[in-house]
């Protein structure tokens, strides 16, 4: 099965989240039927290629639909930023869509010249982080925009006089109600259990947003012509390296299938994409994952570094922090430790320390993490075949898991 297997209309859902029928009778027999089939609408599978493969290799072309779907929307919502005088942005999620808003806020440090940062959308609807929103733009990010507590936060900003932009892949879904402005991202349903295209989309779409408002506000600080070009370039390097990237993740993934623990490392807006490889590991290889920046692992981790654990460095050549990176990698060298670098074409260095790299045609720490989270998709994808799990599923195949699934995320609540 690949991503040809469904009709991938931009826009749209192949069905709301949950389950109909004898709930009892379907979580007894979720062994048979995953549970998590059923609520995404989905065929099951019980060998790969899973869904979520289809999903992971549809990212090219789910990038090249979300840049064609917003030519002109993205550079009027710059405008309109602009015009409004806003000088930073917040961005809210849950899980995936949170690492989202982290891992775009560099670019909004980088290219916009603003303050940026996220927050988890419960922590925000519960406690109120108190913005300035005469200041700053709240970016509302939910792949089925239905997630309940990402709109609760909506609810809560738009009632304190927000200015709201909706990042999502379903046109018309609730989040966008609550928002003054929307950009939609094609790639159309998740057809297996975790976020893959949503995250690569909407965080290349948020890049592209602080590129422009930067074009606008800096004309001179770059070359903006020739950075958007290599952002619209990450659809065609998506495909482009897809066959090879899963070859090396399939080895290595088999290799570190007994691990017992996998820590990420990322500086900057690369610590958000550590957090999103982190998380797919916990969702589809079921192992302990844990993100964090340079000076966290150098101040905090090196006991934690041992034959046992795997850690994998995501260290483009332009990155503020590569020397610390680097250091990371030899600490892994110098204690037998396993590595996996994610780095840049021509790099040399992190390369002679780590035992294994993918190595992705960027530079720039920004756009470099819109193709690092290919290999950090396939590794634990892989991890998860060769551990005999069902990636698709967040063992909802279990009974009961299921039944946690079934009580935590009912009808209508993703």
């Not at 913005?131 to 239905?146: A, E, I, L, N, P």
């Not at 592209?208 to 506000?217: D, K, N, R, S, V």
Request: proline letters at 5%.
């Amino acid at each position: 099965m690949t991503e040809d297997a469904y009709d991938r209309q931009p826009g749209k859902r192949i069905k709301a989240w949950g389950v109909e029928g004898d709930i009892t009778r379907l979580i007894e027999g979720t062994g048979e039927y995953p549970l998590m089939y059923r609520a995404l609408g989905t065929q099951p599978r019980t060998e790969h290629p899973f869904n979520l493969y289809g999903d992971i290799k549809s990212q090219g072309a789910a990038l090249r639909g979300t840049f064609e779907l917003n030519r002109e929307v993205i550079p009027a919502i710059a405008q309109r930023l602009v015009e409004r005088g806003f000088t930073g942005m917040v961005g809210h999620g849950l899980g995936t869509s949170q690492f989202v808003a982290q891992t775009a806020s560099g670019a909004f440090w980088d290219y916009a010249g603003w303050q940026a940062w996220d927050l988890d959308s419960l922590e925000y609807a519960t406690y109120g982080h108190p913005v300035d929103f005469s200041r700053y733009v709240f970016f509302s990010y939910s792949g089925s925009g239905s997630t309940v507590d990402s709109n609760r936060a909506a609810e809560r900003a738009k009632a304190l006089g927000a200015y709201q932009v909706a990042f999502t892949s379903v046109a018309n879904s609730p989040i966008t109600q609550k928002c003054d402005e929307v950009v939609l991202c094609a790639g159309g349903f998740d057809t297996g259990g975790s976020d893959t295209f949503h995250y690569t989309t909407r965080l290349a779409a948020s890049i592209w947003l602080a590129l422009e408002i930067g074009a606008l506000t800096r004309p001179q600080a770059r070359d903006w012509n020739a950075l958007r070009e290599r952002l619209f370039a990450t659809a065609d390097k998506f495909d482009a390296m897809f066959d090879a990237v899963s070859r090396r993740a399939e080895i290595l993934g088999r290799r570190y299938r007994n691990i017992r623990s996998v820590l990420i490392v990322g500086s900057g807006a690369n610590e958000g994409t550590a957090e999103e490889i982190a998380l797919k590991y916990d969702e589809m290889a079921h192992i302990p994952a844990k993100a964090m920046c340079a000076g966290r692992h150098i101040h905090g981790a090196l006991g934690l570094t041992q034959p046992d654990i795997l850690t994998i460095i995501v260290a483009p050549l332009e990155d503020p922090n590569y020397e610390a990176l680097r250091d990371i990698a030899q600490v892994t060298d110098m204690l037998k430790s396993p590595s996996i670098g994610l780095i840049s074409e021509a790099d040399e260095r992190v390369a002679a320390q780590v035992d294994d790299v993918f190595r992705l045609d960027e530079t720039d720490p920004h756009l470099f993490a819109i193709l690092a989270i290919l290999p950090g998709q396939l590794l634990p994808y892989w991890g998860s075949v060769a551990q005999g799990f069902n990636p698709d599923c967040q063992r909802s195949d279990i009974a009961r898991h299921a039944k946690v699934w079934n009580w935590l995320f009912p009808p209508h609540t993703h």
